[in-house]
DNA sequence: TTACAATTGAAAATGATTGTCAAGTTATCA
DNA sequence: TGATAACTTGACAATCATTTTCAATTGTAA
């Protein structure tokens, strides 16, 4: 199970890095909670039962977690860097919805095949890519 | 010609706002600029010519030309908001090497359908759309 | 356990962007 | 044309997210 527990100390370690309690609570809390939130919010999260970790940290942790590839940042339109947790290897892109703010996640094998193309005719190697959609959901039209 | 710089005067007007010398003169060095600048990049360029014209008016005419239609924000991976002129309607993408900054744009109707496809399975009116591919051109593939 | 390097929390610093406000401009309409 | 009201401007302060600083604390390799 806990293997995304065991990977981080290993990236930990293999970097001259420690394992402290702070990161693994961050962890385990990134992990237990909704995607897409923001270091901030996280940090919001975690105050209530762990009031002693700092701001800071939340930050320096959810970068650590990008890093070794646990998390990727995302940006939407909003200021804020969110996060994500990587799950396997597929791709998958978001659809944003401009009133209420909800995203969906979609994946699209035709989409990603032709993305390869382009960078392929481009001669470019890929090393990530990012696709959102922007619009009003049906419960947002509806409501007007 | 000029007809961009029509369409924003008729914007002004139509939005009880008026046309300034400065919010001419930020629009056409907009125009004239290679794309993808950010509000900053505007302001130092307008400098040199036009040393009186303030740091937050360049910000906010950048923000009424995105209003306006003239312009779309974009942000890539830096912390800045960069601009692009909207040319006609067509959409168009993004390819951007890591090692150099360099940005490509393309078009690809196909993948413009199917993202119509993706929001229509989700019932969603689409606004605006965001596709970056991140990769290593060739030159700085070559370099290493 | 020791000893040293990494980490933490709090607060200050940073960088991009936005707000404030007095003084200056623009557009309207008499 | 000129008066007037409303919008803008420039300078600078404020804000927001994020990063840095630093003294005190905590992992960890030996």
Chains 1, 2 share one sequence.
Do not use: W
Request: net charge negative.
């Amino acid at each position: 199970m806990g293997s995304v527990r065991d990977s981080f100390r290993e990236y930990l370690s293999d970097h001259g890095l420690k394992t402290t309690r702070q990161r693994e609570i961050i962890l385990d809390e990134f992990l237990s909670s909704p995607s897409h939130l923001s270091a901030e919010e996280l940090y919001l999260r975690l105050r209530s039962n762990h009031p002693n970790i700092g701001y800071a940290t939340v930050y320096r942790t959810m970068k650590l977690l990008a890093d070794s590839g646990i998390a990727s940042e995302r940006h939407f339109g909003d200021r804020q860097t969110r996060y994500e947790p990587n799950i396997g290897e597929e791709h998958h892109y978001h659809l944003i919805c401009n009133g209420c703010g909800k995203i969906i996640e979609f994946e699209n094998g035709a989409i990603e095949q032709l993305l390869l193309d382009v960078a392929g005719e481009h001669q470019f190697t890929l090393s990530h890519q990012r696709l959102e959609l922007y619009g009003m959901c049906p419960d947002c039209k509806a409501r007007k």
